[in-house]
């Protein structure tokens, strides 16, 4: 079926998403940096090495179990910026406000985003607010674009994957997606499960200190971690294989998943990261991050393969290896 | 089809006339219509699918089921073969 | 999770495992009904580690796969009336009719919402009084009693702005109709765990002694599904041909009698069209005249809305295990998990879709 008009999954993170951007963003803006496809933009200046990222927070709810939309606006653009291992610093803040939004709800919104703002160290240097006619967005609409600084030696991309490199989370996977879907209205959740939101600079530098051997880092966000795996695969042609006993989820996610027919494996999260780091230098940096209070779940979850090049699969409890595919759109209560 | 998952029942309320439930499935906690298995007590186990408990589920039953199988697996261990080993790949 | 984390041990399920891989001497060809149990199968890889001489055909026990053509331009076309609320089970949004499917139908503006249970559907209504809020009435047995549930409690409730579409289809007339197939392959069923646990097994009796096949009602995690093969597979064996019931922790002989009470109550039993295979006699629940008041199809006039499944698409054929995906023109070129022309590329553990994916993996 063409697509007419634009789909919600135009905007869940999957296949859809994809082709949306190789579609008709790329070919109209395509240019060398852009086309690397990362979730900021690397630039190179002669004294420094900055990175550039864009993110656009729409949750509904907007307050959540565990965080509300304003932190989730700073923690998911500092994110961003520091999955190439740059060091945020600089930070614009743009609201969208509906007519008729409750000022006490903005007002907690954005104490949020100053505590958020101060624990990952950066600074909220320019901003805007537009207020829309009642109807013509939302609630409130943020918009945060970040800019860091990095290493001229540093090399960490989504085309950078080795066979033979290990894979790691960070910690325990889905608990955002499902502390979101479980207090939708309609669901009649009474559920205790939280979301993740958090920024985790901190933990890059952690790692990084230990090695400078991490090829590819991304925060499994929208589409959850087998998009950002599925990307990784595509993106340097080899093939991941994951182990499915490794993968951790906490008992309440998976009771939510359960429920609901889901894969915790598609669900968002907003304070994990994904590294795939040398082998010999695993072990190492696996330590340091289960020492840091943002990794002390982290786990190694499976490692890159030479076959099936562009694929993810995963070993099941009994031997067997199933496809982990790119979702098609976002993932939907189901009771088949 | 009917996804249906096993959770504890920890209380019991009416709502609209309906016998409803909170059901606890290892920490999260939703609502179930308990019309069908209107015998439950707080505590017990039923299967939930869109919302309805559709059985109690019998704990009895459940055991058995593990168990027999449970010593199977404890008997080889003693015996000393490998449940991974040979005898699946002697077929395959 | 208890009652769920020990019937997916993996030592217990290899222990199973290899009482089959004992006790399996001939090719068999066994049909799971419930698309549960396909997606456990898919999802845990049980079909690569059976003997090769076990073949496991996926059977039409998913809504997504068998709800017909026609009854989906229903739904889009109830949806898109101004002034509805439609409400249905997240399934259901990406299966395509004719023209779009209900997702497309929210793009364009119309209030179409995803409900976890049919009783959100109803408060809905009651939140809403001035809409009409429209519940999508899919599924099998087991969703049935809470679908009639919904309806039983508008009328208590004098809930009028509230109305099903149904369209719920019933397990054993149609594994009757895949056995008196000519063409059929299948020597044996898992049957569909928890529509028994709603129903019980004992119409299942005459159609094992019928048709000379074990029928076993069967859980849903690995260690259940390999423990239903293994049954079936010993019963092959040894020539026996009995319904066995391995879910004995949910399925009772006799079912859920005030579940099936209240269905009753609320729905008869009516010719149903399955998508792919055609209209088989008594296969589905229509509303009671009573409850006509609660009918979306009386209430929104959409009777006449007829529709043909798209000539491409050989799904039926391939529902009943007759042919693989692969051998459809269309597979893979005017048909694709984004692209779907039937229901067997939709849902994510179809027939199609899951060789889609196998087939990038060049196997």
Redesign the interface.
Known sequence: MDHKTIQLAHGAGGQLSNDLIDTLFLPRFANKTLEAMEDQAVLDFPENRLSFSTDTFVVDPIFFPGGNIGELAINGTVNDVAMCGANPLFLSVAFILEEGFPMEDLHQILISMEIAAKRASVTIVTGDTKVVNKGSCDKIFINTTGIGVLDHDLNISAGNLQVGDKIIVSGTLADHGMAVMTSREGLSFQSRVKSDTASLNGLINTMLKVSKNIHALRDPTRGGAATTLNEFARSSNVGISLIEENIPVKPDVKGACEILGIDPLYVANEGKLIAVVSDEDSLNILAAMTNHPLGKDAVIIGEVVSNHPGMVTMKTGLGANRIVDMPVGEQLPRIC | ????????VINIFDE???KMG?I??????????L????DIQVGQ?T??????G??I???D??M???ET??E??SA?AEEGLD??GN??E??? | MKYLDEFRDPEIAKQILSEIHKTVTKPWVIMEICGGQTHSIIRNGLDQVLPKEIELVHGPGCPVCVTPLEIIDKAIAIAGKPNVIFTSFGDMLRVPGSKKDLFMVKSEGSDVRTVYSPLEALTIAKANPDKEVVFFAVGFETTAPGNAMAIHQAAMEGIKNFSELVSHVLVPPAMEALLSSPENRVQGYLAAGHVCTIMGWEEYDPIAEKYKVPIIPTGFEPVDILEGILLVVKQLEEGRHEVENQYLRSVKREGNPVAQNLISEIYEVTDRKWRGIGEIPMSGFVIREKYKLFDAEDKFSVGDIHADEPELCISGVILQGLKKPHECPAFGKECTPTTPLGATMVSSEGACAAYYKYQRMGK
Do not use: Q, R
């Open positions: 089809m009917c996804l249906g998952i096993p959770g504890k609209n006339g309906l909170n606890d499935y290892a920490g999260t906690v939703n609502k179930a219509c019309e069908y298995v209107s186990y299967v939930v699918h869109a919302g309805f559709i059985s589920i019998d704990e039953e459940a058995k089921t593990y199988w449970e199977f697996v080889s449940i991974f005898p699946l002697d077929k395959n």
